[in-house]
């Protein structure tokens, strides 16, 4: 039996372009391809382009808490 509380964000609404992600995200779609590759964000390709979903940016966005940003990185102003 399959575990319900592990979903693919790839299976959940529909599948947009980089572009539609960077503007939803407020990222540079030259981060979302950085992300992809390091394998943080969830995406697939699709001829020469990459497709993703707004759950898998929100994952994504939910991922980056301050405890994950290194101290050197992190503005405390």
């Given at each position: ?37 390091r ?5 697939k ?14 994952e ?14 992190r503005?405390?102003?």
């Amino acid at each position: 039996m399959a575990d319900s509380s592990q979903h693919d964000p790839l299976s959940v609404g529909e599948l947009i372009t980089l572009a539609d992600a960077a503007e939803y995200a407020g990222l540079a779609k030259r981060s979302l391809n950085d992300y992809i590759k390091r394998g943080r964000l969830k995406a697939k390709r699709v001829g020469l382009f990459w497709l993703t979903t707004h759950a898998a940016i929100d994952e994504y966005l939910a991922s980056r808490s301050l405890d994950n940003i290194p101290k050197k990185y992190r503005d405390l102003s």
